[in-house]
């Protein structure tokens, strides 16, 4: 009996080092994959980067962000990841909820968002999806779990 109520809670300290009020407060446990792999770790303050949160996730709180740039024509178009909002689960490995989009400045068109019900994705609709760059990188994200694969689960 002992061994079990030290054992208890030893798992519950766990969850809370793991998972802090404000994301991830350490790696004891858990670890926050959404925003693993990530340059900085932080909010990139781009123009692309920040329509984006502007338009599809105003008022959160934001975790993590990420940008690649495709070639469309002579012209730069971006794929932005946000991670954002309230962090969960963290004894079994930290999750939010995310975001992707396809910034064409100045507009940001959502791609894909983590969910249901399903919104409109004007993003999978875009040009930049149908080059050979697009859905080689899609592709390769899919296939070898890289960062950006949150961005490609339903396509």
Not at 105 to 118: F, T
Not at 120 to 148: E, I, S, Y
Request: glycine share 10%; with cysteine.
């Amino acid at each position: 009996m002992k061994l079990r109520i030290v054992a208890t809670s030893f798992l519950l300290t766990l969850g809370l080092v793991a998972c802090g009020e404000d994301g991830p407060a350490g790696n004891v446990g858990a670890s926050y994959l959404q925003c693993e792999g990530r340059p900085g770790g932080g909010v990139d303050r781009s123009d692309a980067v920040m329509t984006t949160i502007q338009t599809h996730a105003a008022m959160q709180d934001i975790n993590c962000t990420d940008k690649t740039t495709f070639d469309v024509g002579g012209r730069q178009v971006t794929l932005v990841y946000v991670a954002y909002g309230m962090v969960s689960d963290c004894p079994a490995g930290c999750f939010s909820a995310d975001l992707c989009a396809i910034y064409d400045a100045p507009n940001s068109l959502l791609y894909a968002i983590a969910g249901s019900p399903k919104p409109d994705l004007p993003g999978l609709a875009h040009p930049v999806t149908q080059t050979r760059d697009f859905q080689n990188f899609r592709d390769a994200q899919k296939a070898n779990n890289g960062p950006w694969r949150y961005c490609f689960r339903d396509t």
